[in-house]
């Protein structure tokens, strides 16, 4: 199956604590995205990578770190979450330029105590 | 920089009736133009997109002209199912790449039977 998969579905946790959210494509795509969606749906782009080289970074605060091993695989830490990391965090690949869409997994849900 | 404003939800429809959601875009450059769908607990999927102005795109019933003059994508749909209550976003990428899609607001659909 050819898709974008993410662990975990869901995470709680308490503030202060560190987290750790893994995504892996399996549709070859040179190009993948960390978005973040509030609770109104707000989709706000945080890290692109192609290649395994950051291309974006959104203004998104220190605790955040992305990372990724190869174009197939990106990951996102968040050290010390605070309650408003809240959210489900989203994400997404596409092959690279202007005129392809973006495949999403079905996101990661954080909750912050 | 780009920006795209589209019609605040939520958006509350009998089944059978019309449907329009709004969708104004901002570049300086020439986009390709994106309508997704998101439906409770998954992540945002395509429902279409379209590269050229005066072209018109469709899937499932749903369309949208890229209008150039009116910078505007609106979303129709003649007769609406329960089952397209979901969230929709109107998107655009610029030619140069696709490392920050920019992405509207989203409105949320909910369809009454």
């Known amino acids: 199956e050819t898709a974008v998969f993410q662990t975990p579905n869901y995470h709680v946790t308490q503030v202060g604590n560190e987290v750790s959210f893994n995504c892996k494509q399996t549709?070859?795509?040179?190009?993948m995205y960390w978005y973040k969606q509030d609770s109104k749906k707000l989709l706000k782009i945080m890290f692109s990578?192609?290649?395994?080289?950051?291309?974006v970074n959104e203004t998104v605060p220190r605790r955040f770190s992305p990372q990724s091993s190869d174009k197939a695989h990106l990951n996102l830490r968040i050290k010390s979450v605070e309650p408003e990391d809240s959210a489900v965090y989203l994400c997404?690949?596409?092959?690279?330029?202007?005129?392809?869409?973006?495949?999403f997994g079905p996101g990661t849900r954080l909750t912050v105590l | 920089g780009d920006s795209v404003t589209q019609t605040e939800g939520p958006v509350t429809l009998s089944e059978g009736t019309s449907l329009t959601v709004n969708c104004s875009y901002e570049t300086k450059q020439y986009p390709t133009l994106f309508w997704y769908v998101q439906y409770p607990g998954e992540g945002p999927q395509l429902l279409f997109k379209v590269p050229k102005a005066n072209e018109k795109g469709s899937n499932r019933g749903f369309e949208a002209t890229y209008n150039k003059e009116a910078t505007s994508f609106h979303l129709q749909k003649a007769s609406v199912q329960e089952s397209d209550s979901a969230v929709y976003y109107c998107?655009?990428?610029?030619?140069?790449?696709?490392?920050?899609?920019?992405f509207g607001k989203g409105t949320s659909l909910v369809v009454h039977p």
């Open positions: 990578y192609n290649n395994k080289q950051l291309i």
């Open positions: 549709l070859g795509h040179d190009t």
């Open positions: 998107a655009l990428s610029d030619p140069g790449g696709n490392y920050k899609p920019t």
């Open positions: 997404a690949s596409s092959q690279t330029g202007g005129g392809y869409e973006q495949y």
